[in-house]
């Protein structure tokens, strides 16, 4: 585990990991609810950082648009810290900076702003000695609001989906790694890939599973979220699938995961994928 992240007096740092693909309907917000959910059952303090203006993460958690009096939005336009944001959920231990759709506009006015990458990153530094993650749900692009989720992580978690074309614009978004790497934050690490929308019943899903575990080796986490009614209902009702059927196949894999996230991050010898690699050497 990266050992370069400023630590806190009250506390070990916070692992931040964010949480990003720019294919859109992938799993991310899912993945952000869930795993944080079930890292929180295990006892972990987690802070989940709605980044998206389309808010999926904070409905998700429960928390309604009226709640969200104070949000990300604020956050990086430097209106408030993250404290003054962060709200709790229906989860001991899982707490929430929510998404308003006036995240959209961030995204254009930072832009002449100085040091606009790095907002989160500072907005953060804070509060990382109160959490043990905190994990960012990122839109799907590749813009302001991404970069400043992979400005402020030392991981990235890239969700994907059993599905055709689901390895399309991922060297995009490597690419935008290794650029974030060499310009703003040389700790980000591809440490985690987690695949998503599994369905037994197809060849093509055990076909994505085999293509991206021969390209990604080690960095895919076993764990494989199946393709489930009940994780897509979940959000209706304002609960992480641990709460709103605890027991379910998709409870049970998103706990799976959350198990290999603890143990990836005590592996010291864990760097995760060499984003460079692909590229023929040239970092
Ligand atoms: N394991 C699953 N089984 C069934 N449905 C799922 C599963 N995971 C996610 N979904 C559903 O698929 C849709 C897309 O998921 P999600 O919102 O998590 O993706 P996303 O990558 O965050 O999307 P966006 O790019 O729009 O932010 C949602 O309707 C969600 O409920
Ligand atoms: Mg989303």
Redesign the pocket.
Known sequence: MSSAMSEDPSGAPARVIAIA?Q???????????NLGAALAELGERVLVVDL?P?G??STGLGVDRAARTVSAYDVLTGAADATEATVPTGVDGLLLIPATVDLAGAEVEMVSQFSRESRLARALVGVLGEFSFVLV????SLGLLSINAMAAAGELLV?IQCEYYALEGLGQLLENVRLIQQNVNPRLRLTGIVL???DPRTRLADQVVAEVRAHFGAVVYESV?????R?????GFGQPITRYDPFSR?AE?YRALAVEVLKRGADEGFEGWEVGMQKGGDR
Do not use: H, L, W, Y
């Not at 294919?23 to 609810?33: F, L, P, Q, R």
């Not at 749900?137 to 799907?140: I, L, N």
């Open positions: 693909n294919k859109g309907g992938v799993g991310k917000s899912t993945t952000a609810v998206d389309q999926n993460a749900d990122c839109p799907p969700p998503t929308m599994f979220i199946p393709r489930s009614v994780v897509a209902e979940a959000p998709g894999a």
